[in-house]
């Protein structure tokens, strides 16, 4: 029985399409604000910050979706690209504006941090790792790719990891976001080496309870 | 050392009042009263007098909203925003600072007694650790004309400084985060903390110190990074051992005892060689500048570190 009543399939596809304009309202809007002075004393900082953590949010949001259908049953997996690739460029904007409004593109200094500051290295190795990840996730290379596709989309989990990590190394103490966003991350990839077994005890203990009236 | 240039150009007349107290700064100013007269009990900013200091600064200054709403002070918490919105409740009056050990005459000093101190207008760059900067006036007297009053001690090598302690008024120190273990605590050398440039502060933009910015009284060190400057400070104690300070205890790699501005030594995680000054600039065009050695007061203070490795003691 699942705890939400399914969505009818013709909405599916204009679902997703939802997904993705509801995903990019955070940044829209607070670019909208650091543009017209709504951000704070310091907007860069702020709207680089915020973007940053949309990213991380949606890398838990996708991380969440399996999960959700193993213990709640309930099927999202048709959102799940839509929410990987709006990690992917939120990850990216980030970045963007880390280089183009914080720094100023001054390539000395953003090739400087990227050697030297372990915490921005970490965030640019996870941005190029998303790279190959954005770029295969459409049908095509998913039947082209197969089996490796799988192996290789199983990237996301040493990406959020590196994402939770970089984002504990950036701020200066953690306080309740820093830690709800990294916990977060760190029990939906602890869940992970736990899934084969719960799914197994799961099918077994199905497998029983139907076999019970028989025996009756 | 070098003399200093006496200028007679009072903070308040660089940028004149009408100015600086732009309509936004007034609906702001008017805001915050009514919050504040809402509030009951806490002391409304209130006009100060003080003497043209003895230092010249010629850089804009911050604009006052920035200064006041733009804070690190991790007792109201820890976004920027937080300790204007959150230090309603604070009450700076009445208040006492208590100044003992290796001194010949320690003394609790009453807030009354301090604002008696001969008042200076003195504006100042502040840098803060992060990697941004302010130009602020503060008024306030240098620390040496309050430590003369207690008689230091031969013995007395550091001076040590110490926040209140007020969960109740304080959101930042209570809950289930504490970003850093209370009371915060920093601490100078004997010498620095004489140094002429190093004040205790008992307002701003020519009135009392608002709660975001250390009221009633906080300590300015302008060559060194801002969380040097401590807050809101209930007792001085003077010892021969160097004191405690929070930031190190923290993370003792990243944040040293001296933490004097030094765009030639970076933060383990971050450049220092430039900053940003805050309130200038916009979204498109961030005004970032270079950052300068002890701040930019290394005439002054540089020699008080001959001969030290500056890496070493960061």
């Known amino acids: 029985m699942p705890l939400i009543p399914a969505l009818p399939r013709r909405l599916h596809g204009p679902s997703i399409w939802a997904v993705y304009v509801i995903g990019l309202c955070p940044a829209v809007w607070s670019f909208y604000l650091g543009a017209t002075g709504g951000l704070g004393i310091n907007p860069v900082k702020e709207f680089e910050h915020l973007l940053g953590l949309w990213a991380l949010r949606f890398i838990i949001f996708t991380l969440a979706i399996t999960p959700l259908r193993d213990l709640f049953g309930i099927n999202w997996i048709r959102y799940r690209r839509a929410l990987g690739l709006l990690a992917f460029y939120y990850v990216l904007l980030h970045f963007s504006v880390w280089m183009l409004l914080d720094l100023r593109l001054d390539v000395h200094a953003v090739i400087g941090d990227i050697l030297k500051r372990p915490y921005i290295t970490i965030g640019m190795v996870c941005l190029a790792a998303l790279v190959p990840l954005a770029v295969t996730s459409n049908n095509y290379s998913i039947r082209r790719l197969g089996k490796l596709w799988i192996d290789m989309h199983h990237l996301i989990y040493p990406i959020a990891l590196g994402g939770a990590l970089h984002y504990f190394l950036a701020v200066k103490s953690i306080t309740a976001g820093p830690f709800l966003h990294i916990a977060a991350i760190a029990l939906l990839l602890a869940y992970r080496p736990f899934r084969k077994p719960l799914l197994r005890w799961k099918r077994t203990r199905k497998a029983v309870d139907n076999a019970q009236p028989v025996h009756r | 050392m070098a003399v200093y240039r006496p200028t007679h150009i009072p903070a308040s007349e660089i940028t004149p009042h009408s100015i600086y107290m732009s309509r936004r700064n007034f609906m702001g100013a008017a805001a915050a009263s009514l919050a504040l007269a809402g509030a009951g009990g806490s002391a409304l900013a209130a006009p100060l007098q003080a003497t043209p200091g003895a230092y010249k600064l010629d850089e804009k200054l911050t604009p ?72 602020i006036p503060w008024i306030g007297f240098p620390l040496a004309a309050l430590l003369d009053q207690v008689e230091p001690q031969g013995s007395a090598k550091y001076v040590s400084f110490e926040t209140v302690v007020r969960p109740s008024e304080m959101p930042g120190q209570k809950g289930l985060f504490q970003p850093l273990p209370w009371p915060y605590v920093e601490g100078l050398r004997l010498d620095e903390a004489r140094h002429p440039l190093t004040i205790l502060a008992v307002g701003l933009y020519g009135e009392t110190l608002p709660n975001q910015n250390g009221a009633p009284i906080r300590l300015v060190v302008p060559w060194k990074y801002g969380f040097k400057s401590i807050k809101s400070i209930v007792r001085i104690l003077l010892t021969d051992k160097q004191p405690e300070t929070t930031w190190k205890n923290s993370n003792a790699r990243e944040y040293g005892f001296y933490s004097n501005v030094n765009p030639a030594v970076d933060h383990p995680r971050w450049s220092q060689a430039t900053e940003q000054r805050i309130g200038e600039g916009g979204f498109f065009n961030t005004a970032r500048r270079p950052t300068l050695p002890f701040n930019g007061y290394g005439d002054e203070v540089a020699s008080l570190y001959a001969g030290m490795d500056l890496k070493a003691n960061y």
Do not use: H, I, Q
């Not at chain 2, 300790?83 to 009056?93: L, V």
């Not at chain 2, 009445?94 to 200076?120: A, C, H, Q, R, Y």
């Open chain 2, 64 to 135: 006052k909203e920035a200064v006041t709403s733009y804070n690190n002070f991790y007792e109201f918490g820890t976004d920027k925003s937080d300790p204007s919105s959150n230090s309603g409740d604070f009450k700076p009056t009445p208040w006492s600072v208590k100044v003992d050990g290796l001194v010949g005459k320690p003394k609790e000093f009453g807030l009354e007694e301090l604002m008696k101190m001969p008042l200076e207008d003195r504006t100042y760059r502040m840098r803060c650790v992060e990697g941004w900067s302010m130009v």
